[in-house]
């Protein structure tokens, strides 16, 4: 089974940082990455698939990148709505199986 | 665009079964553009998949729940649901709903989700 690893588990940061997100693969999975933000209360929600390819909608702010076993997330500016927790998401086995990062909750400086 | 409703009950009792159905609206589960699938996510934690189905009824499952897991179908309907068997409070979760996408294999549709406590 691909595990996925998220680091860090928590960063704290100001409005206008630039935030980073790392997500590592137990195995290679290509570009078969996803990722999603999550508010308290709500589902979670995609901003970028395969990798780097921002959904529809999301801010480029949002940018994705990495291939292989090592992936990033990065918010260029940080903006309120940004504070939320982060979850990665491989593809690459599914339909056999879905697997998530542990999440990075992004929190106020 | 697709909506999502889980529905069932919020309390269940250690060693009894979980069940839960999920409606779905704004196009038909027997599409061959999605599967059908439930996520949890325990109070503080991250999220775990459970399992997924497609409308044909090939199931996938999470193997350390697989023993325990059953998602079935019903096109009449427009509905799938989720039997998780022998729960204990390790089980207390925010259950999802949602529709992972065949070709890309990632999640726009979910669920509101609904909380299973349980407890005796």
């Known amino acids: 089974d691909i595990q996925m690893t998220q680091s860090p588990s928590s960063v704290s940061a100001s409005v206008g940082d630039r935030v980073t997100i790392t997500c590592r693969a137990s195995q290679g999975i290509s570009s078969w990455l996803a990722w999603y933000q999550q508010k308290p209360g709500k589902a979670p929600k995609l901003l970028i698939y395969a990798a780097s390819s921002l959904q529809s909608g999301v801010p480029s702010r949002f940018s994705g990148s990495g291939s292989g076993t090592d992936f990033t997330l990065t918010i260029s500016s940080l903006q309120p709505e940004d504070f939320a927790t982060y979850y990665c998401?491989?593809?690459?086995?599914?339909?056999?199986?879905?697997?998530f990062g542990g999440g990075t909750k992004v929190e106020i400086k | 665009q697709l909506q999502l409703q889980e529905s069932g009950p919020g309390l269940v009792k250690p060693s009894e079964t979980l069940s839960l159905t999920c409606t779905v609206s704004?196009?038909?589960?027997?599409?061959?553009?999605?599967?059908w699938g439930w996520i949890r996510q325990p109070p503080g934690k991250g999220l775990e998949w459970i399992g997924s189905?497609?409308?044909?009824?090939?199931?996938y499952y999470n193997p350390s729940l697989k023993s325990r897991v059953t998602i079935s179908v019903d096109t009449s309907k427009n509905q799938f649901s989720l039997k998780l068997s022998s729960v204990t409070a390790a089980d207390t979760a925010v259950y999802y709903c949602?529709?992972?996408?065949?070709?890309?294999?990632?999640?726009?549709?979910w669920g509101q989700g609904t909380l299973v406590t349980v407890s005796s």
């Open positions: 949602a529709s992972p996408e065949g070709v890309r294999g990632v999640i726009l549709g």
């Open positions: 704004g196009g038909s589960i027997s599409s061959s553009s999605y599967y």
């Open positions: 998401q491989q593809a690459n086995s599914f339909p056999r199986a879905l697997t």
């Open positions: 189905i497609y409308y044909s009824g090939s199931t």
